[in-house]
């Protein structure tokens, strides 16, 4: 297996650099798609193309085995102007692949390219590639238009660079991995007044004060210490001079957390914050309440795959599935939600101020690919039968 993944990577690392120099924003990945449809066609995966826009899947079967798996990537940049001076830099002002998704779709590929070489399982695997896993739900929509109906699958894998990981471990636990993010925004509306005189109006900036101020109470008070939740309120607008007391204040916020119940309870008593401000001051207070991404989720049984695909290619010294979750948050939730499966953090070394996933100087590391592809070989051994004729 290791002699043929290394003859891969050189390709793999010029497909990543293409990736890389061409970088598109969430459900634009049109080149993308196209790159990662002909490569699919070339190596002899049968391709399906417009699932959820841009999204491709690719499916491969071999032996006579009932059983499929599925594995996913995601192909979207960001809207970040790049600042790496490489030869392989973007292209395109104001658009980077800088959370690594160049490779994770090399990655991807790179397994599709071996495993339909190799035919050395028994079953199906399904190759996803997802568009807009960023801030757009490509995954949510992939689900909502059949993906798991169209390509059933025991378990879906997927794989996310993870640096501030020792390079090469593999990180999946059990339950939640990432969180949810919820977004909300509150307008709270009345009749603004001369500053020197609040009586002859109703005042919007202190009513909006006592809302976050409430809103508090609403972790501290409503939630188990031992769950995990934050409530931030990140922007406060309103008023424009220093004598007039404004008719508006708008604020707006996110809410992030691990179990979907905790997140059900912050969205009712933020509702009751706004609903008893607003009926104490007789002021208009309306609160538009965002469900976004959904925690990602992963079940025991295909932690279980992960941990012991990863172990045979990696070392078991090199598995890790006692960690605590990150607050960040994950379009492969919705993925998850609908069908068992594990997310897993590959690590990529040590975490380099200024080149941290999200951040202009960072770039994906290339020496990940080939053990990227060794995981997801390993899981399909795992899962749909070792090779014995090797
Ligand atoms: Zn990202
Ligand atoms: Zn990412």
């Not at 594990?342 to 990940?368: E, I, M, S, V």
Request: proline share 6%; glycine share 10%.
């Amino acid at each position: 297996m290791n002699d043929r993944i290394a003859e891969l990577h050189q390709d793999m690392m010029a497909w990543r650099h293409d990736l890389h120099a061409h970088p598109e924003l969430g459900f634009q990945e049109h080149r993308t798609a196209d790159f990662v449809a002909a490569k699919l066609a070339e190596f002899g995966v049968e391709v399906h193309r417009g699932i959820a826009g841009t999204g491709v899947v690719g499916t491969l079967r071999a032996g006579s085995g009932k059983r499929a798996i599925a594995f996913r990537a995601d192909m979207d940049a960001l809207p970040i102007e790049e600042k790496n001076d490489v030869a392989y830099a973007s292209t395109r002002p104001g658009v980077m692949h800088a959370c690594g998704h160049d490779g994770h779709t090399s990655i991807l590929l790179g397994t599709a390219r071996y495993l339909a070489t190799t035919r050395d399982f028994d079953g199906t695997v399904h190759f996803v590639f997802q568009p807009a896993e960023e801030n757009d739900g490509g995954g949510k929509r992939m689900v909502e238009e059949g993906l798991f109906d169209r390509f059933p699958a025991e378990n879906i894998f997927a794989l996310h660079n993870w640096p501030g990981l020792p390079f090469g471990t593999l990180a999946a636990r059990v339950g939640p991995q990432m969180a949810a993010r919820d977004n909300f925004s509150i307008s709270v509306r009345g009749t603004g007044s001369h500053a020197a005189m609040p009586h002859l109006g109703d005042d919007p900036v202190v009513a909006a004060c006592r809302i976050v101020a409430e809103a508090q109470t609403i972790v501290s008070r409503t939630v188990d210490p031992l769950a995990s939740v934050v409530l931030s309120f990140t922007q406060i607008h309103g008023g424009n001079t220093l004598n007039v007391v404004p008719g508006e204040v708008t604020l707006a916020g996110t809410c992030r957390f691990l179990d979907a119940a905790v997140g059900v309870n912050v969205e009712e008593r933020l509702a009751r914050v706004c609903r008893a401000v607003g009926e104490s001051t007789g002021l208009t207070v309306s609160l538009d309440y965002q469900k976004g991404y959904p925690p990602a989720v992963n079940t025991a049984p295909a932690v279980a795959v992960a941990a012991t695909a990863a172990g045979n290619v990696f070392g078991l010294e090199h598995v890790t599935t006692e960690f605590p979750p990150s607050m960040g948050s994950e379009d492969f939730a919705y993925m998850l939600a609908a069908q068992s499966g594990c997310y897993a953090w590959l690590g990529a070394g040590p975490a380099t101020p200024g080149k941290l996933l999200h951040q202009p100087n960072y770039d994906f590391n290339d020496a990940l690919l080939p053990l990227g592809v060794r995981y997801f070989v390993s899981v399909v051994e795992t899962v749909l039968g070792k090779p014995t004729n090797r």
